[in-house]
């Protein structure tokens, strides 16, 4: 089955510096990644997601990045505000499986 | 809004009484999930429904039951919880399967004294 790796596990920045999240996925067949967002004592908020026929998207300070080759994914937050702070969660889905295989989670500080 | 809605939102049981959790949904979405989230740790699915159609996780164990009774509402029974099942249960929805967005509820916290 499908496995997705996560890393960092917490990751600490100062408000207005970009922080980086990054995943490997094991299963080539997988076509969607999604990132999610989850704040404390709430379920996760689809934040931004992108396909395998693309290798970047963007959504205002948001970005995500895919290299199939490789096979891994990032998410990319720009001018970090103290309200980014939440714990997310990369995922990974594909032909023949309908769940999201999701990575272990990164907590972001964003400190003011 | 269309949304996802689980009630309630905290729920307390005693060991070994049954509880339901219930999730609604106003999307009209075809697919209904139940994921487990333990503290710090990412959801783990349970189950899913793709219409009337139950699909069960191999590794989910038969004290977790679920029910649809129609596209909006879907039902997770824990028939006899033990300490272990103390967590976040969310459920999700999405338009199809393999790969669509996945939309979350804001979870029931169960609490197993």
């Known amino acids: 089955g499908e496995n997705v790796e996560q890393h960092p596990s917490t990751l600490s920045v100062q408000e207005g510096d970009s922080a980086v999240i990054k995943c490997t996925y094991s299963?080539?067949?997988?076509?969607?990644f999604p990132w999610y967002k989850q704040e404390l004592g709430k379920g996760p908020q689809l934040i931004i997601d992108?396909?395998?026929?693309?290798g970047e998207k963007k959504d205002q300070r948001i970005a995500v990045t895919l290299n199939k080759t490789a096979k891994h994914f990032s998410l990319h937050i720009t001018e970090t505000q103290p309200e980014d702070s939440a714990v997310y969660f990369c995922?990974?889905?594909?032909?023949?499986?309908?769940?999201?295989?999701f990575g272990s989670g990164t907590r972001l500080q964003v400190q003011p | 809004d269309a949304m996802v809605i689980q009630n309630p939102r905290y729920q307390v049981t005693q060991f070994g009484k049954p509880v339901t959790l219930s999730c609604s949904q106003t999307l009209n979405h075809n697919v209904m999930y139940w994921y487990q989230q333990k503290s710090s740790q990412a959801p783990k699915l349970l189950f899913h429904y793709y219409d009337k159609d139950f699909n069960n996780e191999a590794d989910t164990p038969d004290n977790f039951q679920s029910r649809r009774p129609n596209t909006s509402f879907c039902f997770l029974d824990i028939r006899s919880p033990g300490l272990g099942d103390a967590a976040m249960y969310l459920c999700a929805t999405s338009r199809e399967d393999r790969g669509r967005e996945q939309y979350f509820g804001p979870g029931t916290r169960l609490t197993v004294t």
């Open positions: 995922a990974a889905a594909g032909t023949g499986r309908r769940a999201l295989t």
């Open positions: 299963d080539s067949a997988s076509n969607y």
């Open positions: 992108i396909r395998s026929n693309v």
